[in-house]
């Protein structure tokens, strides 16, 4: 919607008053001469409408006081050269003061049409500024991007203001072919408002009053916004990257808690790694003696982009590689450039690799190597890059001192249990080739003292009989006590014999089921033999069953056990049973073994031992 004319009018400057008075005479001279014409066909009294043109129009431009001077002068005018007597004022006559009355009424209305005139132009511009800063607004703020918001803003201006063409541009731009360049300054923003030269005045007033204070607060809103939105952003992502970080150390930890093998932990840790930082290779690598390192873990986002050395491979320390320069400093460092002049520098650069950054595994107090990431790229890695690591590597330090444990304590556990194998043997032997061998020749000794007893001395001869009868007894016992600590069967004949012999001495009825094509090492067979040695005994003494299956099968270099029987159940390794033992004893051979007892369903012992 436009303002009227007179609206328009309205808005303009006041002329000046001399022009004023040059207007108001030709007004009068014309409308006079009309008169005159219109005399001789037209009524007299009603030619005083011709004055009201010039009435109306001195008015509206020059205000209410050059209104009554017109309203005056064209009074007196009117009643000189009309009214009859013609050439003669008489202003007292009741009709000259009427039209006087009219005229000054009409300059009055005139006054207030203007002046209301005014006021509505004003909130007509009012409404049209405020709807234009309200679409400025939608286009400088919901844009994503304030460089992209500039020509749609620039369009729509130019179409309001109906310009032949407009121009926002952040910086201070100079006008070109004599157009406009104004400056918007703001907080924070330099930016210029370009449009042709040639613009009407009150159009260029316009921009400069009301359009230019406009776009300064909305661009420095957009730039507000704008960096609010890049802190919004750049808090997301940080949290994200957290987040994945958090996630990556989780899965590690995960796998540190279930003390998974260092292999599949070192790979974990290369992959993860690799991921967060964005590098392109990561390396694990362990230090060895003479100066030398091993790699035991890497990863690469592809098979083809992969530069790393194969895994197990082992190169020398060479100064000016980020491995050397860990393990000589025994904290982060990184390369930003090979240049050294060594095999292993040129390998590198060859391959492609520009930077790197390495960050030390300590296990314990002493260095145990270092995790590596590297890039192709020419820009080094992020400054935050080593600390990002730290996170990582001390997960691996974790499993690599978790596995050294666990493999301590295996290597303990099996010394105990070969040691008390050893023990038991020599106790075994011990008894067979000393003990037991004196009780027999006593025995034998007593058998001859009996048989040299005269027969008057019944009593006596009884009483050795007795005597030896019972010496007889206690080697049995001393021998099968013997063959419970070590049964030289198995280690003569082997596991399937010594298991035959286990089955027929058992009171429970066995069905043996062995399947073996070679003999097992020595700890396998032991191992075997005391589990089902004591998986007979509990279904004998608490299981009450009737009869015991066992199947031995050796399956990709691992011996699989299973026992069953048909008792009672209700096995509990918790209550001090002997299946503690037994768990012992298999796990100190690296082995495993699951039990599996509902009450009333009888008990099955499930074991795998690896016989590498």
């Known amino acids: 919607m436009r303002p009227s004319l007179l609206a328009t009018l309205e808005r303009r400057p006041r002329p000046r008053l001399w022009l004023g008075f040059l207007v108001m005479a030709v007004c009068l001279a014309v409308e006079t001469l009309l008169g005159v014409a219109l005399a001789k066909v037209v009524p007299v009294e009603s030619l005083g409408v011709l004055y009201l043109v010039g009435l109306l129009v001195v008015t509206s431009l020059w205000g209410l006081a050059m209104g009554l001077v017109m309203a005056v002068a064209s009074t007196a005018v009117f009643d000189y050269f009309l009214i009859p007597p013609a050439w003669t004022l008489w202003l007292t006559k009741s009709e000259d003061l009427a039209i ?10 005139a006054c207030a049409l203007a002046r209301a005139a005014r006021l509505l132009s004003g909130e007509m511009e009012a409404r049209q500024e405020a709807d234009l800063s309200a679409e400025l607004a939608r286009l400088l703020l919901r844009a994503p991007d304030l460089n992209a918001a500039l020509p749609a803003t620039a369009r729509r201006l130019a179409d309001a203001l109906t310009l032949p063409s407009a121009s926002i541009d952040l910086g201070d731009v100079p006008a070109e072919n004599g157009g406009l360049a104004f ?10 408002l370009r449009v042709p030269g040639g613009l009407p005045r009150p159009v260029t007033r316009r921009l400069q009053d009301r359009v230019v204070p406009s776009l300064e607060v909305l661009l420095e809103a957009a730039c507000e916004r704008e960096q609010v939105a890049g802190a919004l952003r750049a808090s997301r992502d940080e949290l994200a990257r957290v987040a994945e970080e958090q996630a990556a150390l989780r899965r590690l930890a995960t796998l540190v808690a279930h003390v998974a093998p260092e292999n599949e932990v070192f790979s974990a840790v290369a992959r993860e790694m690799g991921q967060i930082l964005g590098a392109r290779h990561t390396l694990v690598v362990r230090y060895e003696p003479a100066c030398t390192a091993l790699n035991v873990g890497a990863w690469a986002p592809s098979p083809g982009d992969d530069v790393n050395p194969p ?18 400093t025994g904290a982060p460092g990184r390369i930003n450039r090979y240049t050294g002049r060594g095999p292993l520098s040129a390998q590198l650069r060859a391959r492609g690799v520009v930077s790197a950054v390495g960050c030390p595994i300590i296990v314990g107090r002493s260095l145990w190597g270092v995790v590596v990431v ?55 032997r011990d008894l067979h080739d000393g003990t037991q061998q004196r009780l027999v020749a006593l025995g ?3 058998r001859g003292i009996e048989a040299a007893v005269p027969p008057e001395f019944a009593d006596v001869r009884l009483q050795v009989a007795h005597t030896a009868k019972a010496l007889e007894e206690a080697v049995v016992e001393l021998q099968e006590l013997s063959r419970g600590l070590h049964p030289a069967i198995l280690a003569k004949g082997g596991l399937e014999p010594a298991l035959m ?13 062995v399947s073996l094509d070679e003999r097992l090492p020595q700890p396998c067979e032991m191992t075997v033999y005391y589990v089902v040695s004591e998986a007979l005994t ?37 209550r001090g049973s002997g299946l503690i033992g037994l768990t012992d004893r298999v796990e100190a051979v690296g082995g495993t073994i699951s039990i599996l007892s ?15």
């Open 501 to 513: 012999v286990l089955a027929r001495r058992s009171p429970v009825a066995v069905e043996l089921d």
């Open 538 to 574: 509990n279904a004998t003494k608490h299981a009450f069953a009737s009869v015991v299956r066992v199947a031995v099968s050796v399956r990709n270099e691992t011996v699989h056990l299973t026992i069953r029987d048909d008792g009672v159940g209700g096995a509990d390794p918790s």
């Open 100 to 109: 006087l009355g009219i005229f000054i009424s009409l300059s009055l209305l």
């Open 444 to 446: 034998l000794e007593l």
């Open 598 to 612: 509902p009450k009333g369903a009888g008990t099955t012992l499930l074991v795998e031992i690896p016989c590498e």
């Open 374 to 428: 590297s890039t192709r790229s020419a820009d080094p890695l992020p400054e935050d890059t080593e600390v990002r690591m730290m996170e990582f590597t001390e997960l691996a330090a974790a499993a690599i001192a978790n596995a050294q444990s666990n493999a301590d304590l295996k290597a303990s556990r099996a010394r105990v249990v070969a040691a008390a194998d050893e023990a038991r043997r020599r106790i075994e």
């Open 183 to 192: 400056p918007l300054r703001g907080e924070g923003i330099r930016a210029t």
């Open 311 to 328: 895994l197990g491979s082992r190169w020398t320390l060479e100064e000016g590689t980020v491995t050397e320069l860990v393990a000589r």
